[in-house]
């Protein structure tokens, strides 16, 4: 996934929903410890923020350097680019060595790794038993039946340009590999859905759809997916371009411990 979102950082800090707080407390509470959190693929750094607010010290990192300059800083998050030229071990202790962190993070990022490496280190550092892994995504929106089934054609429109492993986002993660013991918080081929509600300007629309990986890819090979006919396609099915629309993102989440 490294440089997926470089170009794009600014449209994804802007657009992007806010997880509810709820999320990180429901979290915190599955564990015993408060030390030591690591939030992955934190981009602009949204879930190591929330996590912060319920442990001592959160690693949060990223492969994009980007994504990072825009992060939001906090006294109790320390940002840290690691380049795909990392090894395991050097991760590891990155991140604070063997059986040291009490939650483990993934926000809308877990898709584009490589999931068995990934899991392998998640594996490492976890706090036996009560440490717990985390991932969540979101692949749709509730607006209104004219801009959903506008953003429906526009989605059509970008599927060549996604990275195959979007699939996992697509299906909900209900074919993501999770191979970790459940805490009641969604199970491998069982998510748990989760509403995630934002307040939405058209702007803020066209802001998230900037932020498509596939986008940029689209741009890259020549091809604009947002044209000007297309913008206004989707500012009709808005209504007023000056409208602020309750939107709800249609979220899931993967939960669970190393297991024994």
């Given at each position: ?25 429901m ?7 408060h ?20 442990y ?34 050097e ?29 392998s ?15 969540w ?60 509600p ?53 979220g ?9």
């Amino acid at each position: 996934m490294a440089g997926l979102f470089d170009k794009q950082a600014e449209a994804y800090l802007d657009s992007r929903p806010t997880y509810p707080a709820d999320w990180y407390s429901m979290l915190a509470d599955r564990t015993s410890f408060h030390s030591l959190a690591w939030d992955v693929g934190t981009g602009n750094g949204q879930a190591a923020i929330g996590v912060a607010e319920h442990y001592e010290q959160v690693v949060a990192t990223d492969v994009s350097e980007a994504q990072l300059k825009l992060a939001m800083p906090h006294p109790r998050v320390r940002y840290v680019q690691t380049p795909l030229s990392l090894s395991d071990d050097e991760l590891v202790k990155l991140i604070g060595g063997e059986n040291c962190v009490d939650l483990v993070t993934v926000a809308e990022a877990v898709h584009w790794f490589d999931h068995p490496r990934l899991y392998s280190v998640v594996n490492r550092v976890l706090r036996k038993p009560d440490g717990v892994f985390a991932v969540w995504g979101y692949n749709d929106a509730a607006i209104t039946p004219e801009m959903d089934a506008a953003l429906k054609r526009f989605n059509d429109t970008a599927i060549p340009y996604w990275n195959k492993n979007i699939k996992y986002l697509f299906d909900g993660y209900k074919t993501l590999p999770f191979p970790f013991e459940s805490i009641g918080l969604g199970s491998e081929g069982r998510p748990l859905k989760v509403d995630i509600p934002k307040e939405l300007s058209f702007d803020g629309v066209l802001g998230m759809l900037k932020s498509w990986s596939a986008v940029a890819t689209a741009k890259e090979r020549g091809v604009d997916l947002l044209g000007g006919d297309v913008v206004q396609q989707l500012e009709d099915a808005w209504g007023d371009s000056k409208l602020v629309r309750h939107v709800v993102y249609k979220g899931f989440m993967l939960a669970g411990k190393v297991r024994r």
